[in-house]
């Protein structure tokens, strides 16, 4: 079972828009503000790390749980690791139980290290560019219940993603017949604002060939939590 209700959500944004996560050629994926770890074992079971022992249709339905969850769980066990392909770096502040196939990091990613460090576990002999297929960011601070002070905690998160994103997200390959990697993409949970719109139109926009706001239905009503699904990384346009 998933260690966390996000799980479903990141299932629903991949089963909705394209399965992205579920393409072959991927081989490297960040998970940021990844405890408990529910999205990175989403990740784990697409790349083949995880053999889950729930089938696609117990999934489809699982957002709807609510009191069957723990009869599933019991009814189809746990989950069971196989040998997988590529390489998931899994970043939080809070400790990570160990995933098969997952690099757990602790550590603030807001922090003048963590990038270096990221990095560092992104390159390995499978993908020796170090750059990501994927990056994903469920990161979001506590929130204060002062809407300016969260809406900042919210873009200096954003800000810091998309430098991170800016500098090791995969280029489309020039010849795509002998490198499938396609244009990254960027998964990057955001606090509804118009600042927040503001941050969109200036650095999603320009830089990724399609750009669309998700407020996944498994997510809490009334939150101002949203998501941009950025895809097709074209490298820096501007700034
Ligand atoms: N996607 C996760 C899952 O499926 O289990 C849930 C993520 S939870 C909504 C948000 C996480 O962001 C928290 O675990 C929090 O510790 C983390 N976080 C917030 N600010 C962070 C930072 N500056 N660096 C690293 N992690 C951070």
Not at 155 to 180: E, P, Y
Request: glycine share 8%.
């Amino acid at each position: 079972s998933y260690r966390s209700r996000s799980a479903f959500k990141l299932l629903e944004i991949d089963k909705n828009w394209g399965r992205f996560l579920s393409r072959d050629e991927i081989c490297a994926v960040v998970d940021l503000g990844a405890a408990p770890g529910g999205w990175s074992q989403v990740v784990a079971e697409k790349l083949g790390w995880i053999n889950p022992a729930l089938s696609d249709e117990d999934m489809d339905i699982a957002p709807n749980f609510g009191l069957n969850e723990r009869a599933r769980i019991d009814k189809f066990g746990s989950w069971s690791s196989t040998a997988g392909r590529g390489v998931v770096v899994a970043v939080d502040l809070l400790p990570i139980a160990p995933i098969p196939g997952v690099h757990t990091l602790q550590m603030d990613f807001l922090s003048p290290q963590a990038a270096g460090a990221v990095k560092t576990a992104l390159s390995t002999p499978e993908n020796p560019s170090g750059m990501a297929d994927i990056i994903l960011s469920d990161m979001a601070a506590n929130f204060s219940g002062n809407r300016v002070r969260d809406v900042e905690s919210s873009l200096d998160i954003c800000h810091s993603v998309f430098q991170f994103a800016k500098d090791n997200l995969h280029v489309a390959a020039a010849n795509h017949r002998t490198d499938k990697r396609r244009g990254g993409t960027l998964l990057l949970k955001h606090f509804e604002h118009p600042l927040s719109k503001g941050f969109r139109e200036e650095y999603l926009d320009p830089n990724f060939n399609s750009v669309n706001y998700i407020k996944p239905s498994a997510s809490r009503a009334g939150s101002a939590e949203g998501y941009w699904l950025c895809r097709g990384w074209k490298g820096l346009r501007s700034h």
